[in-house]
C-alpha cells in the first residue's frame, strides 16, 4: 500500500525533516530510524545502508534541534558508521559492526542496544526461508560483535526489540548478555544505570538512591550471582507504590 512521511517513509532530506517534525508534533519523545536492512525485511539485504549520509545527518539535525535522541536500527556496517559520523545517539542491534566500527563506536559514546536475546528467542524455523537464510547469517556474526562491544568499552544499554521478543520478558535479555560475556553485575547496570543515561534520566532513574523514583523490583535470590533469577520478580515499585508482594 502507498505509504508517505505521515506513516514514517521518507525519501530525501526535505522529507526526513518533515518526518521527523510531523513525529515531534504529535508528541514523539525519542526518533528511530531504520538505517539498514533487517532480518525480517524481504526488500533488502540486511547489510545495506538505507538512507544517505545526507539524510542522517538531517535527522539527527532535527531531532537534536529540538532535544530528541535519536536510535538506528542498524545491522550493516556501512549503516552503523553513517549512524555515527551523523551523531545518532544509539544503534540497535549493530550485529554486523567490525572491530574498527566497535572501535569507533566506543570513542564516540555512541550506546548500544544488543538485543541478543533474539538469536535464542526467534522462532526462527517459522519464518520463510529467505529469512531464515538471513537469521543464520546474521545472529552468529552478531554474538562475536556483542563481545568485542563488550571488550572495547562500549555504553551497552539494555532493549528486547519487542515484539519481536514479547513484553515482559526482559529478563532473557539480561540471561542473554551474561551468556555473551558480561558479568551479572554488569547486565543489571546495562538495564538501569546505562538505560537511563541513554534515555537522559540518570538523574532519577536507574539508582536506589534518595531523590530518585523508587522503581524497585525484588528476587528470591542473589541476582549478582546469579542472573536468571531476575525471571522470578516477587516484589514491584512504581514511583513508590507497590503494585506486587507484601
Request: charged share 25%; proline share 4%; aromatic share 4%.
Amino acid at each position: 500500500m502507498p505509504q508517505s512521511v505521515e506513516q514514517g517513509i521518507a525519501n530525501g532530506v526535505s522529507e526526513v525533516r518533515k518526518a521527523v517534525r510531523y513525529q515531534i508534533k504529535y508528541g514523539a519523545k525519542l526518533i528511530k530510524i531504520s538505517a539498514s536492512g533487517g532480518v525480517m525485511s524481504f526488500s533488502s539485504a540486511a547489510g545495506c545502508q538505507q538512507y544517505s549520509d545526507e539524510e542522517l545527518a538531517a535527522i539527527v539535525d532535527e531531532a537534536h534541534r529540538n532535544g530528541l535522541r535519536v536510535a538506528a536500527h542498524a545491522h550493516g556496517d556501512s549503516g552503523i558508521r553513517a549512524c555515527i559520523r551523523a551523531g545518532v545517539d544509539c544503534i540497535e542491534h549493530g550485529s554486523l559492526a567490525t572491530d574498527d566500527t566497535v572501535k569507533l563506536m566506543a570513542d564516540t559514546g555512541t550506546f548500544l542496544v544488543g538485543t541478543t536475546a533474539l538469536a535464542d528467542h526467534m522462532a526462527v524455523d517459522r519464518i520463510h526461508p529467505i529469512l531464515q537464510k538471513k537469521a543464520a547469517e546474521i545472529f552468529p556474526q552478531a554474538r562475536r560483535m556483542f563481545g568485542k562491544a563488550l571488550g572495547a568499552g562500549v555504553k551497552i544499554a539494555c532493549g528486547s526489540d519487542a515484539p519481536a521478543i514479547p513484553h515482559g520478558t526482559q529478563a532473557d535479555e539480561l540471561i542473554a548478555m551474561v551468556d555473551r560475556g558480561m558479568t551479572p553485575m554488569q547486565a543489571l547496570q546495562a538495564a538501569t544505570m546505562t538505560s537511563a543515561d541513554l534515555v537522559e534520566r540518570a538523574h532519577d532513574l536507574g539508582r536506589l538512591a534518595p531523590g530518585y523514583l523508587a522503581d524497585v523490583i525484588a528476587v528470591p535470590g542473589d541476582p549478582s550471582e546469579d542472573i536468571k533469577v531476575t525471571k522470578d520478580v516477587r516484589f514491584v515499585m512504581k514511583d513508590g507504590r507497590i503494585y506486587k508482594g507484601a
